[in-house]
């Protein structure tokens, strides 16, 4: 018997209702960074993040074709993708808004392969890519993680397009 918390009626999928049904999943907060040849901070907030293989240990994300981060991630080229803790979401707005600086006031070291590490993250995972393969609007970048860190803390979580945490604050 189907249930009235089943998942509704089946409409076409147009643009609006495409997001809207996508904001439907919960995902956490990254911020993926990456350095250019002169040695400048890039990064931009990213939710698309997917791990895909243990062995060898691939992850993703799927960035905006427009995006002009992407000219960074050709193959070999390193990037880190930050995962934020619950009191960062000022982070996650910042690296998804147009400012001079996103850097500017944040906190970060370059992590073993160069690319910007942001304090206070719950984790990080740094990477090499390893292939960027065009996908409609977006061009999902897959990555082999070198090196990984953890850190304890709750993470920023994203769910029906606002920022949640996992337990109410107290
Ligand atoms: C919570 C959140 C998640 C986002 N996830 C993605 C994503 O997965 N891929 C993407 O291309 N843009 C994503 N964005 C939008 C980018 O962060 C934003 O378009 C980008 O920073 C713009 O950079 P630009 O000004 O350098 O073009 C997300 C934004 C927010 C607020």
Redesign the pocket.
């Known amino acids: 018997m189907s249930s009235q918390k089943a998942s509704g009626a089946a409409e076409p999928a147009d643009a609006a209702l495409f997001r809207r049904v996508c904001s439907r999943f919960a ?1 956490g ?2 911020v993926v960074t990456t350095r250019s040849a002169d040695g400048n901070p ?8 997917t791990s895909v293989s243990l062995d060898p240990p691939l992850v993703l ?4 074709a ?4 992407l000219e960074r991630f050709a193959e070999g080229a390193s990037l880190a993708i930050n995962v934020l803790a619950e009191d960062q979401q000022e982070i ?2 910042r ?4 400012v001079d600086d ?1 850097f500017g006031g944040v906190r970060w070291a370059p992590g073993l392969l160069g690319e910007p590490v942001l304090d206070g993250c719950i984790a990080c995972f740094e990477c090499l890519v390893d292939k960027a393969v065009e996908a409609g609007d ?1 061009i999902i970048v897959i990555a082999v993680v070198k090196n990984m860190r953890l850190a304890d803390g709750e993470p920023l979580v ?1 769910f029906d397009s606002a ?1 949640r945490r996992l337990r109410s604050p107290d």
């Open positions: 995902t907060v990254t890039h990064g931009l907030t990213v939710n698309s993040f994300v799927s960035i905006d427009r995006n002009q981060v996650s707005t690296f998804a808004a147009t996103r977006h994203f920022y």
